[in-house]
Structures are given as C-alpha cells and as structure tokens.
C-alpha cells in the first residue's frame, strides 16, 4: 500500500479534486472508468481532462490500466485518501497531519490535529491486504454482492465502526469519542497509553481482570458482541483504565455463531492473563446467563440482526403491536373503506398504464384508429379497445424528451480522447500482426 505522502494534497487544484470525483463516481458501476465517461462526468468548462488525467497518473492518485476488452483508469488508494482527507479539512476536524502510530491488518492509524491544535486519531481503513483478503469469511459486508471493490469495502467498515463507536460512547462504554468520518476515514479521540499487548505489569491484576470480564457481560448485555476482544484492541490508559478500540467485526448477540464469538472473547483474555501476569480465575461469564436490556445492535444495524428479528423484538418490548393483514392494508390505505373502492382505484391505475403501453405500441400498429384526442387500438394484451386520454402537447414534450436523450448519448459516443489506443484497436493490431507472420510462415 505504501506509506501516505499528504505533501501534494496542498498543490492540487480544484479541477483535479473534480476529476478525481468523477473517476470514483465512475467505479460505482465500471472496473476501468473510460477517459470519454470521466471528462462526461467532470463537465471541466474548459476542458483539458485528459492532461489532468495524465497528471494525476504521474503522481499516482490515478493508475491507468489495459484490460482484455476495455482501457480505463482507477482510483488508487492515495487518491481515495486525498479525497477523504479534503472533505474533512473542508468541514474543519482536519488541520494538520502528524505521523504514522500503528498499522493493522486492516487500517492504518495517524496522528492529526484539528483547527484548534488538538490532537486526534485518524484511522484509514485498508480492506483488501494480503494479509486480510479472506473477507467473505470473516465479514458480511458484501453481503449478496458477486464482486465488490476494495474501496467500497473499505468504506461500509470506517461506516460501521463510526455507528458503533458512537452508540457505545453514547451508552458509557470506555472507548474514544468519535469526531468525524468520510469515506473510509475515520476522525475520533486520541487515547493516551499503550496496548495491553505492551503492558508487563499492572498495579492490581484482579481487578483489571474483573473489569474486562464485566465490559464483555455488558457488550453482551446491550445486545452485541466484540467479536475481537484481545491484548491488542485493549489500551490501558491513566490509572490503568481500559479503553476498547476496533470494532468493525461487532456482531449481534442474535447472530448463529454469537455463542461461539462471546466464548472466544472470553477465552482470549483468560489465557492472556495466564500467560502474561500468571493469573488464573474460576470465575467467568458464560453466554447463556447474559441478559438483554438494551437493543444497539437493532440500532447500528449490527451483523445478524435482520428486520424481522428487530421487528419480534419491538412487539416483545411493547413498543409495537401485533397486527393482521386486514389491520396492515387498512393502515397502509386509510382512505379505502371498502373492497370496491379498493378495486375501483385498482382499476384505474391499470387504465393508467394501459393507456401509457397504448401509446408506446400503436406507433408500429397497423390496426389503429386515431380520432380527435383519443386513439383505438384492436388488441393490447387480453384488452381490447382501450382508450388514451393523453393530451397531444404532453405527448410531444414525451417525444422531444425522448430524441433529447437520444442526441446526449450519441454526443457521448462521439467523445473519444486522443492520445490513447482503445482497446478494440489494439487487438485488431494484434491480429494483423498475426495474420502477417503466419503469411510469412506459410508463404
């Protein structure tokens, strides 16, 4: 990945932040952005995108790639950094930029300052590293998505951790007080300490112990579970106070394998304290004597809580009553007070939509009769006969709207950059100079 240089990020120009826009609104649905879509997407007055484009390159917050079928360009992880970190200088948590004070498996953590010199942590989140691209395994954010882009993924964690930091922040929980996040970076308090991964002695042993077992009871409790409770998302602070970070991976005490994930947990400090400070207890939580009393997880959305989970959970706390099928259609549609009002609006929806469909079909039909404002047509579907009512000046302003998109897309076609070999080009290059050494081959 690369460490990250915000050197640049102050000689950029506001055309290069609106062209770096364009190509990541252009991955929404495109591996490789074509230079034609992202010069349509950045609408420069001026033009010169494509010097832009070729800048931007150079400096690496672009990569221009050749793919089997189509040439386009790519978001690097720098330029999706300088994105993030503009938005949030923009909206003031950002001022400064200090150095690099941990690296995870997943993240990359920062110190930053603020407009008023207070120091801050930044987290990039870094999904898609060698070490951690097993993600279907171990998360659910792409959920039923066939291919995802580590960028977006990167996103929905620093998301997801944003929600969570605050609903457990809001709730007491020892952890940092998030400031701010964009994209996948996120802007919260800086924690003065150390990992317990670093700590080789501690004043009282038992009680540091007791304190951690009793923050998993009250995770699981609130209705969730870290999900990743070790010596290395554990920093003890003044007068050794625990401080839980990371919390991406949280899942619902309503998950399959919550059980298993709770277990883990505990397991992870009992033998760490085994191990570390030669401490062993009998006494430790166990999952099925946890009691719920709070719903974050139905809050934040959390991993495993599904929409019918929240709503069984709303009636069971009062908060919602159970209803049947005629009470649902009544509140959804007050105004319908009895089954033939129902059916006559029914029916006129259908007419509505008929008429639309005979518009379309009649101007290939043979079979028409056109008098006055309405038009007859012999068959659409199993109706026959049915009548428009749409007013002429409607019909040409549908029509005009119509050739008006029509001319856009094929300006678009026509807006092809120089300077660079399409890729349907190059492999017709690629087969003349084949044919051509297979002539001399062969004779």
């Not at 089997?68 to 992880?77: E, I, P, S």
């Not at 042993?205 to 077992?213: N, P, R, S, T």
């Not at 999952?287 to 019918?308: I, N, Y």
């Amino acid at each position: 990945m690369g460490k990250l240089n915000v050197s640049l990020l102050r000689y950029l120009t506001p055309e290069d932040f609106r062209v770096l826009t364009a190509i990541e609104m252009g991955m929404k649905n495109h591996e490789l952005v074509p230079s034609a879509l992202a010069a349509s997407i950045a609408n420069l007055q001026h033009g010169g995108v494509h010097k832009l484009l070729r800048d931007l390159c150079k400096h690496r917050l672009l990569s221009y790639e050749r793919g089997k079928k189509f040439d386009g360009y790519r978001l690097t992880n720098m330029g999706y950094d300088y994105l993030a970190l503009k938005t949030l200088t923009k909206r003031g948590a950002l001022n400064s930029f200090g150095n690099q004070i941990g690296v995870g498996k997943e993240s990359n953590i920062y110190i930053v300052a603020n407009s008023e010199q207070q120091e801050l942590c930044l987290k990039l989140h870094r999904l898609g590293r060698t070490c951690f691209r097993n993600i279907k395994d171990k998360r659910d954010y792409h959920k039923h998505r066939k291919s995802m882009s580590w960028l977006y993924l990167s996103r929905i964690s620093a998301t997801k951790e944003f929600a969570y930091m605050k609903a457990l922040h809001d709730r007491g929980f020892p952890v940092p007080k998030p400031v701010d996040y964009n994209r996948h970076c996120v802007v919260m308090e800086l924690i003065v300490g150390k990992p317990l991964t670093n700590v080789l002695e501690v004043g009282d042993v038992e009680a540091l112990y007791d304190e951690l077992m009793n923050l998993i009871v009250r995770f699981a409790d609130s209705g969730v579970i870290h999900g990743d409770f070790n010596e290395f998302n554990i920093m003890l602070g003044e007068n050794e106070k625990p401080v839980i970070i990371d919390f991406p991976q949280m899942v619902s005490t309503m998950h399959p394998n919550a059980e298993m994930y709770f277990n883990r947990d505990v397991n992870c400090i009992k033998e760490f304290f085994k191990k570390r400070f030669g401490y062993e207890s009998e006494l430790f939580p166990i999952f099925s004597e946890t009691e719920r009393c709070d719903t974050l997880d139905a809050e934040v959305a959390c991993s495993g809580f599904t929409k019918q989970m929240a709503k069984d959970m709303n009636i069971e706390l009062g908060l919602e009553e159970e209803e049947g099928s005629d009470s649902k259609m009544e509140q959804k549609c007050p105004e319908f007070e009895n089954d033939e009002h129902f059916e006559d609006k029914a029916s006129e929806e259908l007419a509505t939509r008929l008429e639309f469909h005979d518009f379309n079909s009649t101007k290939h039909s043979d079979a028409e009769s056109c008098s006055g404002d309405s038009c007859y047509s012999d068959e659409v579907g199993s109706i026959r006969s049915t009548a428009t009512t749409i007013a002429p000046e409607e019909i040409k302003s549908r029509v005009r709207k119509q050739m008006q998109q029509k001319e856009r897309r094929m300006q678009r076609k026509k807006c092809v950059a120089k300077g660079e070999a399409s890729a349907v080009t190059r492999v017709r290059r690629e087969n003349s100079d084949n044919i051509k050494e297979s002539r001399d081959i062969w004779g």
